[in-house]
């Protein structure tokens, strides 16, 4: 939860970006999504198919890619755990942890500046997608898909702004997530 004099910006987000121990860097690629039911079976289905499913794996893949491709002149050493699972309450997601070490004089700024935002945020290729983006969405995001965390020098951990509301006066505004692919929608 973050304030100021025009309101409150607040939110549950699944994703941290990624969390610093001295130089060691955890980061996790999300992306890929399947509904969470009250029934224990329909999850078990559900999770076998998200884990089985072409689109998610490659919209997961592509998220690891793009943050490995970034993080490489900051790191010494990157690796790319295999794809699971990351269930929520509402939502189970694929997920793929990333571990780097980080080099001596590799900074948070450099960090975020390299991550931020992943392919499940912005999309890709990056620019495109957020020109793209820029033309057809007609509000600010505000705070939303951006960054929230802190940083000293032993340690640092930061997450992605996403499934959150802005309040203001006596309006509020919720902000979910999507992700489109090429071929998910026809046009």
């Known amino acids: 939860m973050a304030e100021d004099e025009q309101g409150c910006f607040l939110g549950s987000t699944p994703e941290r970006l990624y969390a610093r121990q001295a130089r060691q860097l955890n980061t996790e690629a999300l992306a890929g999504t399947a509904l969470v039911s009250d029934n224990p ?53 694929l997920r793929r942890e990333i571990t780097a ?11 975020l500046l390299a991550i931020h935002p992943t392919a499940a945020v912005a999309g890709l290729p990056q620019q495109k997608a957020k020109v793209l983006l820029r033309q057809i969405e007609n509000y600010d995001r505000g705070w939303y898909a951006g960054t929230l965390g802190f940083f000293d020098h032993q340690q640092a951990e930061f997450c992605v702004t996403i499934r959150s509301a802005q309040l203001e006066e006596n309006k509020i505004r919720i902000l979910p997530a999507l ?9």
């Open 179 to 187: 992700v489109l692919l090429k071929g998910l929608f026809p046009c």
């Open 101 to 111: 070490l980080l080099k001596a004089e590799c900074s948070d700024k450099d960090c």
């Open 41 to 93: 079976e329909h999850n078990r289905a559900q999770a076998d198919w998200l884990l089985q499913d072409e689109k998610n794996i490659y919209e997961n893949q592509l998220v690891a890619d793009g943050i490995c491709t970034n993080l490489q002149p900051f790191v010494d050493k990157i690796s790319v755990g295999n794809v699971g699972l990351k269930p929520l309450r509402q939502v189970q997601h």
